[in-house]
């Protein structure tokens, strides 16, 4: 018998609905709400030690806090095994199951399973942090599935619990993270090849080795007709912050955003700002952090009204390992904002 969580949302634990989607994170021991269903499926094979619940508002206004409390309440435990939701179909719950199970696989190496709809827009997350210790599995829209998400939690949980070495995707039936993992095939890769060829030319179902990720299509916004009127914003992935990190970003994969003032700055002196970043050489750009916030040459094209002002925020986000669905949605967010500013374009400064 191994131990486990089973991390549910506010609802779902039986604590209340959206009337009480703002609560913290909390915790009680044992299963309670659909952790019942889920140890009743375990049987004697394993036991729920406690359900850990949050709120749907609470995760997203206070992602940093949920995180951390989290965190502390699974790490007094020691959990072999983490299981979170179903979500479903539901997006709020699907992507606080994802980014918990990522955190916990991260920071106790414990190995975690969520499950929810294929249309979930969760899934894109958790397929973006190809983490080995984090699987999702698929279940029917709504909660009218919810026991067989429970069975198939159960049975995988399991598996994870005695230490069995997973396989692919398709063989254990969890949704595919595009991680390649080297096996020994019994029958040469030209003859594999050409059975997918043939079977390719007669439409007939075929299973790649190699999937190939579709990137999204972006068309560029028109060009800014006349500079001197124009609002230029800075916008920076290389992790430039004020000196001492106060919003404590971290080196990489981070989940958030921030935009810091340099109203009335002229210069970005060095000490008063650092790099947080794990994909390079901070040093030089802590000795120079123009580098990364060009704001020397920028005030250069004010005085010569080559622009007509710049924007009194420049905004950051440590680009490291940036899962392409959390990096959308930051995008998404740093453009509202600049919009609602008034802000007529931007200049984004990579590494």
């Not at 609905?17 to 004697?44: C, M, N, S, T």
């Not at 007669?202 to 007709?225: G, H, R, V």
Request: net charge neutral; proline share 7%; hydrophobic share 40%.
């Amino acid at each position: 018998m191994f131990n486990l969580i089973h991390v549910l949302n506010q609802f779902f634990a039986g604590v209340g609905g959206e009337d009480k989607a703002d609560i913290p994170v909390g915790i009680k021991p044992g299963p309670i709400g659909a952790a019942r269903g889920l140890q009743e499926q375990f049987g004697d094979r394993a036991r729920v030690v406690a359900t850990l619940f949050f709120g749907d508002n609470y995760f997203h206004q206070y992602p940093k806090e949920a995180l951390a409390a989290a965190l502390n309440e699974a790490r007094q435990l020691q959990p072999h095994v983490i299981v979170a939701g179903p979500a479903f179909g539901s997006g709020r719950y699907g992507l606080a199951c994802v980014e918990l199970c990522e955190m916990f696989a991260q920071a106790l190496s414990v190995p975690c399973v969520t499950a929810m709809h294929m249309e979930n827009p969760a899934v894109g997350t958790y397929r973006d942090y190809h983490n080995p210790k984090v699987y999702l599995l698929p279940t029917a829209e709504t909660a009218a599935g919810m026991t067989s998400a429970l069975t198939a939690l159960a049975k995988f949980a399991c598996r994870l619990g005695s230490g069995a070495n997973m396989g692919s995707a398709h063989d254990e039936g969890y949704v595919s993270r595009g991680i390649r993992q080297p096996v020994l095939a019994q029958r040469p890769g030209v003859d594999r090849g050409i059975d997918m060829l043939l079977a390719k030319c007669k439409n007939e179902p075929f299973l790649t080795e190699l999937p190939m990720e579709a990137w999204d299509q972006t068309t560029p916004a028109p060009a800014i007709s006349d500079l001197k009127k124009a609002t230029i914003a800075v916008i920076t992935t290389s992790g430039v912050v004020p000196w001492g990190n106060p919003d404590e970003f971290r080196t990489f994969r981070n989940t958030y955003w921030r935009k810091y003032s340099i109203a009335g700055v002229q210069s970005m002196e060095p000490g008063r700002w650092e790099a947080v970043h794990g994909g390079y050489d901070v040093s030089f750009m802590n000795q120079n952090p123009h580098f990364g916030v060009p704001l020397d040459a920028l005030r250069t094209l004010e005085v010569q009204r080559i622009i007509a002002k710049l924007h009194p925020f420049y905004y950051v986000v440590p680009g490291n390992q940036g899962a392409p669905s959390v990096i959308r949605r930051i995008g998404q967010e740093i453009a509202n904002d600049l919009l609602k500013e008034g802000v007529d374009a931007s200049l984004l400064v990579s590494t």
